[in-house]
Structure formats: structure tokens, C-alpha cells
């Protein structure tokens, strides 16, 4: 079976820092790009970042210059670096890995960013 699971998430305050991690099971990962996604309550689910099994990533213009993807295929784990956080930012964080023609989801971590 497939698994994503996300973990990481907390609450921090504005200006702080978190890195969430998703660990992946049940697919070969290096074969998968890899995406973050964010959904704040009463929101539409939202792009955050993609990493390409190349290593090339890619930035919603919301986060870039504070939100860093990466990933380690020999832990199966994708990462997601966020500083300087802003109350704006809190939502339940997801990844995703996909290719063509296939998605796989996790079920989310919760990032609250609040004074």
C-alpha cells in the first residue's frame, strides 16, 4: 500500500521557523516528483512547492524566498523548510507525489503560526 505521512507541524510564532517532513512508503520514490500543499480552514487546497525527480523546484510567489523543498530518495522523504513564518501561513500542510497519470496524497500536518 501506499503511504505519505507528514509530520513537523506545531505551532510557532510569527518570524519562526519549522521544516515538515513526509516520508513516503509502497512507491519508488525517486521516480516521483513530490509537492506541498496547503488548506487553510473555509480555503481551497493550495500549491505551495514542487520538487522534480531532477531536483528542480518550483515556488508559489506566497512563499518563495522563505520556503525551501527538498529531498533525500534514500529516506524516501521530501522536506519543506519554512522561516520567517507569518499567521498567514497557518493551514493544514500536504504532500503529494505524483507522475503522469498518478497522485498519491498524505493526510497532513497542521502548521498554526500565531503570537
Known amino acids: 500500500q501506499v503511504q505519505l505521512v507528514e509530520s513537523g507541524g506545531g505551532l510557532v510564532q510569527p518570524g519562526g521557523s519549522l521544516r515538515l517532513s513526509c516520508a513516503a512508503s509502497?512507491?519508488?520514490?525517486?521516480?516521483?516528483?513530490m509537492g506541498w500543499y496547503r488548506q487553510a480552514p473555509g480555503k481551497q487546497r493550495d500549491w505551495v512547492a514542487t520538487?522534480?525527480?531532477?531536483?528542480?523546484?518550483s515556488y508559489a510567489d506566497s512563499v518563495k524566498g522563505r520556503f525551501t523543498v527538498s529531498r533525500d530518495n534514500a529516506k524516501n522523504t521530501v522536506y519543506l523548510q519554512m522561516n520567517v513564518l507569518k499567521p498567514e501561513d497557518t493551514a493544514v500542510y500536504y504532500c503529494?507525489?505524483?507522475?503522469?497519470?498518478?497522485?498519491?496524497w498524505g493526510k497532513g500536518t497542521l502548521v498554526t503560526v500565531s503570537s
Open positions: 503529494k507525489a505524483f507522475k503522469l497519470g498518478i497522485n498519491y
Open positions: 520538487i522534480t525527480t531532477g531536483g528542480s523546484t
Open positions: 509502497g512507491i519508488i520514490f525517486s521516480t516521483y516528483a
